[in-house]
């Protein structure tokens, strides 16, 4: 296995100190001790609620910041011993809209960070426009200051600098926040188009949907510790049942419900009323096998709706972390 | 020659993205109107106060020099400060590219900034008092603020570098700018400092300076240029001194994590 990032038992603290007498008033636990590879090429998600430490993972990979404890390895360089090797193959793109020059246009930007690269000169226009191109930044634009820009197109900059220097490694922390949905599609093709490059990357985000879509691999993260680890298929699998089914009827009766919780293909139900109809959420592996004796049971009960959907990485991630979702 | 024009243009870019004198009229204001009024208080007030005009001189071309810490202190001096409220200070501890570097870029324009209005102030006082030196004393003179404004402004890094780990670094600015206005000498002799303090002058920026300039404003050019070198000395070793320590602090960055903090 190529492996392009290799995490072990890595922890974060962070040490909040009283500003008058510099005594430490508490320290946060941020990374409580993970261990993950990533292999090249691959799409990595990190997801979790706030303040999971996401942010924190990507930063200690970037060289941005060291680890209380651990090991973090970027395409073989220890963050701690090699950072400037790191920081050569790497670059990250926080999402929102700062971490560019506000005085400055988008071509402007560009040039600054292609200088701060040592991208060659030669290459380095053409590299600008495409990147540009790439990101979808419309050319009428370029040249406006970036203060004068929508947010989305503050995060098309950021996607187009974070490429200027080629990096084999791209970070992404939640590089689709606050964009339109046309936006946020075009973002994740563009990242499809990165993988096909070649390029390995991590990428943060709170859009189940997005993960799924995009992650060859993800991981779950709560509290600084990692929850699950796999595919998205894997989660799934894992974690849920494959399909759940939803039937909404006018009424149903106790005798229904345990004969429905007995049933071979039922592997979990749950019960609900909403507006005066019974709404039955049915989890099995094998959907037509299950429909079929649900019918059975409810023969004579007039069924008004039904609807079968395939369990996404949201009802992972709800199953996981549903019920005690604090901040911190 | 590409090298050196891609060089000189990311310095303008650098200069152009943190500076708070952007446009036209914010500029003519802090960079020219302010300190011609500045100049001119100090000058009318020199002028009146000393008994003879020769005195008067030193102070007025010393008091032109010490506009250079405008630059210095808020062009220079919130570099850093300005990276981290922009959200950029990740990437000037991330880029690969010699520290060295890239301080210098930041720091160029800022320098010739400072002499300009320098010049400006000297033009200013020379017109106004209707001054006449020989042309070499003129030479001596802008050579002199040149040196001055370089060790100034590497005084600036100093103190900007700790911008990479506080936001709070308004006041600190403003302490070293009343530092360097008090020991430079510009306005009254160093050794009427009380408690020995003179010494305190010898290592901050402009002191070697303002006597540069007594000395070449009174013909002594050579001595003038003698003791500018001191001042170029002092520079030096603020710019090496603020070299390693931004390392050390960028190094603190990583371990603190409050880089993106503004
Ligand atoms: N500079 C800091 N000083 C103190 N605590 C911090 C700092 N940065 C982060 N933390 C804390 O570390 C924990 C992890 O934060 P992190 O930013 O990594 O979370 P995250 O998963 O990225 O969250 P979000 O989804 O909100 O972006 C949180 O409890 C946060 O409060
Ligand atoms: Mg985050």
Same mark, same amino acid.
């Given at each position: 296995m190529n492996v392009a990032i290799d995490i072990h038992e890595l922890r974060r603290d962070y040490v909040i100190r009283s500003i008058l007498s510099n005594k430490i008033k508490r320290v946060v636990k941020a990374l409580n001790g993970i261990s993950f590879k990533v292999k090249k090429g691959e799409i990595f998600g990190i997801l979790g609620p706030n303040g999971a430490g996401k942010t924190t993972t990507v930063k200690i990979l970037s060289t941005l910041l060291l680890p209380t404890s651990g090991t973090a390895k970027v395409l073989g360089y220890d963050v701690e011993k090699h950072p400037i090797e790191i920081r050569k193959r790497i670059n990250l793109v926080m999402g929102g809209e700062r971490n560019l020059y506000q005085r400055l246009s988008t071509l402007e930007n560009m040039e600054y960070f292609a200088e701060l690269y040592d991208v060659p000169l030669k290459i380095r226009k053409k590299r600008i426009y495409d990147l540009l191109e790439l990101a979808g930044?419309? %050319?009428? !634009?370029? !040249?406006?200051?970036? %203060?004068?820009?929508s947010k989305g197109m503050k995060q098309r900059l950021q996607i187009a600098r974070g490429l200027i220097n080629d990096p084999d490694f791209l970070f992404l922390d939640e590089p689709t926040i606050g964009l339109d949905p046309i936006g946020a599609r075009e973002l994740r093709n563009i990242v499809k188009k990165l993988k096909r490059m070649g390029k390995t990357i991590i990428f943060t985000t709170h859009y189940m949907q997005e993960a799924d879509e995009l992650c060859d691999r993800i991981a779950i993260l709560d509290k600084g510790r990692i929850i699950t680890i796999g595919t998205p298929t894997d989660l799934k699998k894992m974690h849920t049942e494959k399909f759940q089914i939803e039937l909404i009827l006018s009424f149903i009766t106790h005798e229904h419900i345990e004969r429905l919780q007995n049933l071979k293909y039922v592997n979990h139900m749950r019960t609900k009323e909403l507006e005066k109809n019974i709404h039955l959420f049915i989890d099995t592996q094998a959907c037509s096998e299950a429909v079929e004796s649900v019918f059975n049971v409810l023969h004579g009960i007039p069924i008004q709706d039904v609807s079968i959907k395939k369990s996404t990485l949201e009802d992972v991630y709800v199953k996981l972390l549903g019920g005690e979702h604090n901040q911190s | 020659m590409r090298r050196i024009a891609a060089f000189l243009r990311n310095s303008w870019l650098a200069f152009k993205g943190v500076s708070l004198w952007l446009n036209p009229q914010a500029y003519l204001t802090e960079k020219i109107v302010n300190p011609m009024f500045r100049l001119l208080f100090y000058a009318f007030l020199l002028a009146y106060g000393y008994k003879t005009m020769e005195n008067a001189t030193v102070y007025i071309f010393a008091n032109a020099m010490l506009l250079s810490t405008i630059s210095a202190f808020n062009g220079v001096g919130i570099i850093y400060f300005s990276e981290r409220h922009q959200g950029t200070l990740i990437y000037t501890i991330m880029t690969p590219k010699s520290k060295f570097v890239v301080i210098f870029q930041k720091v160029l324009f800022h320098i010739l900034d400072a002499l300009i209005t320098v010049t400006i102030g000297m033009l200013l006082a020379v017109v106004i008092f209707n001054f006449k030196f020989a042309g070499n004393i003129y030479a001596a003179l802008l050579l002199i603020s040149i040196l001055g404004t370089v060790s100034v402004s590497a005084f600036g890094i100093f103190v900007s570098s700790f911008g990479l780990l506080t936001r709070d670094i308004n006041m600190l600015l403003s302490i070293a700018e009343s530092v360097v206005f008090l020991f430079s000498g510009a306005n009254f002799p160093i050794k009427r400092l009380p408690f020995g303090l003179g010494f305190v002058s010898q290592i901050l920026p402009l002191s070697h300076t303002v006597l540069a300039i007594r000395s070449v404003v009174r013909g002594n050019i050579w001595s003038g240029l003698k003791l500018s070198y001191m001042e170029i000395v002092v520079g030096l070793v603020y710019f090496v001194l603020s070299f390693f320590f931004i390392r050390f602090l960028e190094h603190q960055a990583r371990v603190q994590g409050n880089s993106d903090l503004y």
């Open positions: 930044l419309q %050319e009428e !634009r370029w !040249r406006d200051k970036v %203060e004068t820009y | -």
